[in-house]
């Protein structure tokens, strides 16, 4: 029973599409997560919510559009989308109490942008 | 600004010798790191952390080593084994803070 999990896995896109990536956590957690590593490989935070929350908004452009209907769920839609966003997206939760420490990630959603 | 840096993008290893993953960090308001490990097409997984009220911190065949004065941490596996063999991410928060990654380094264990 995945703990993180996010659809789909790959996406292959136009520029200038619109398109979500869905993510679904079972942990119980209160804080969720978007990250993404580019392709210098480096994890970069996105986004994060608690308990549907915004908390944190890593100065991403404003056509990444995070929706948490409930705080098992974040879903990251990205409209008129670029060469730039390709990368891969994870999800990730934890149940913070002070420090962000363990944090439980989905195995990635591969967005390649032509 | 990279906050958290690991130089090295590769280490290749013999089976059962120690492998040694390094990680610098710049923001003296870190005070807790992580190592991550990822296999290819799965998520990084938590490996094994430290405060920094402590210098060492052991788990098993990991053992990880803050040197707080050089904002310096390593990770020690050993013996290492070919199961061993993945992306490992160093990662650093402050209180009530973000975490910050590295850029990872693979790590290649032959048998």
């Known amino acids: 029973d995945t703990a993180v999990s996010q659809t789909p896995k790959y996406l292959v896109t136009q520029m200038g599409n619109d398109k979500s990536i869905k993510c679904e956590q079972n942990?119980?957690?209160?804080?969720m997560y978007w990250y993404k590593q580019d392709s210098k490989k480096f994890l970069k935070i996105m986004f994060s919510?608690?308990?549907?929350?915004?908390?944190i908004n890593e100065t991403v452009p404003n056509r990444f559009s995070p929706k948490s209907p409930d705080k098992a769920h974040l879903n990251l839609h990205i409209n008129s989308l670029e060469l730039g966003d390709s990368a891969v997206y994870f999800c990730?939760?934890?149940?913070?109490?002070?420090?962000?420490?363990?944090?439980?990630f989905g195995e990635g959603s591969r967005l390649t942008v032509l | 600004d990279q906050q958290v840096k690991q130089n090295s993008p590769s280490l290749s290893v013999q089976e059962g010798r120690i492998s040694i993953l390094n990680c610098d960090y710049t923001?003296?308001?870190?005070?807790?790191f992580l190592w991550y490990k990822k296999y290819p097409a799965e998520g990084p997984t938590f490996l094994i952390s430290?405060?920094?009220?402590?210098d060492k911190n052991e788990d098993g065949r990991f053992t990880v080593f803050l040197n707080k004065s050089a904002k310096h941490l390593s990770l020690h596996i050993v013996p290492s084994q070919p199961g061993d063999s993945a992306v490992y991410f160093c990662?650093?928060?402050?209180?009530?803070?973000?975490?910050?990654f590295g850029q990872g380094t693979i790590l290649t264990v032959h048998p």
């Open positions: 923001n003296s308001m870190f005070d807790y």
């Open positions: 919510y608690n308990n549907k929350e915004l908390i």
């Open positions: 990730a939760s934890s149940q913070e109490q002070g420090h962000v420490g363990e944090l439980f």
């Open positions: 430290i405060s920094s009220i402590k």
């Open positions: 942990l119980g957690h209160d804080t």
């Open positions: 990662a650093a928060s402050a209180l009530y803070g973000k975490l910050t």
